[in-house]
């Protein structure tokens, strides 16, 4: 989502979540000393703090005041300038809060078997009628196309199966390897 500012009646999005930039590269190049940057958050000018501290660095240089809405920030006063440090400090900080959160819940999310992403399109019974199909001779656009599913898709099912279609002498030397009893099970599409 950016957050729009506007000059001279022109909004230019402050954020948008790239690293590219070009109407905050534009709305740099349009202020000129005297200006006021005026933004609703401080985060949405940057996403981490020494960018910010960059960015605002860059605007004082020039001659360009910042005003944030929401934190009240007008850095064209001593006072403002040390609010401004803290808040952008504390929106990192929150920042960082937020992304640990989140890795915890995919965390305990797999703990508890749950997988994110989108189900496979490959069941247990296309994988065994491809396998045939292919022991066959048949082309895998055709196998993709008979099974209704992406050409990409059987051919990484494909690459999966043959990782794991070692010969014995291969697998002798993995004898050493003691694998934990929930990731020692054979996959089903495998053992069939």
């Known amino acids: 989502m950016a957050t729009k500012c506007a000059i001279n009646g022109r909004q230019w999005g402050a954020y948008d979540g790239r690293r590219h930039r ?7 190049d349009a202020l000129r000393p005297g200006d006021t940057l005026v933004v609703w958050r401080l985060d ?16 004082e240089a020039r001659g360009v005041a910042f005003k944030s809405l929401t934190e009240e920030i007008n850095t064209t006063t001593p006072g403002g300038k040390l ?9 990192e900080f929150e920042r960082n809060l937020i992304r640990e959160r ?16 989108r189900p496979s399109s490959l069941t247990a ?16 656009t055709e196998i993709a196309e008979v099974l209704n599913i992406a050409r990409s898709t059987l051919c990484q099912f494909q690459k999966s199966a043959a990782r794991f279609q070692k010969s014995p002498a291969t697998l002798s030397s993995y004898a050493h390897v ?15």
């Open 178 to 192: 003691r694998l934990h009893p929930m990731s020692a099970a054979i996959p089903d599409w495998l053992a069939q």
């Open 44 to 59: 949405r000018l940057g996403r981490s703090l020494p960018h910010l501290i960059e960015t605002v660095t860059e605007l």
């Open 22 to 28: 070009p109407e905050l590269a534009a709305l740099m």
């Open 102 to 117: 989140t890795m915890a819940g995919l965390s305990a999310a797999r703990d508890r078997g749950r997988v994110g992403g």
């Open 83 to 91: 609010i401004f440090h803290i808040f952008g400090a504390l929106a």
């Open 125 to 140: 019974a296309k994988k065994r009628q491809a396998k045939k199909m292919r022991g066959d001779g048949v082309p895998m």
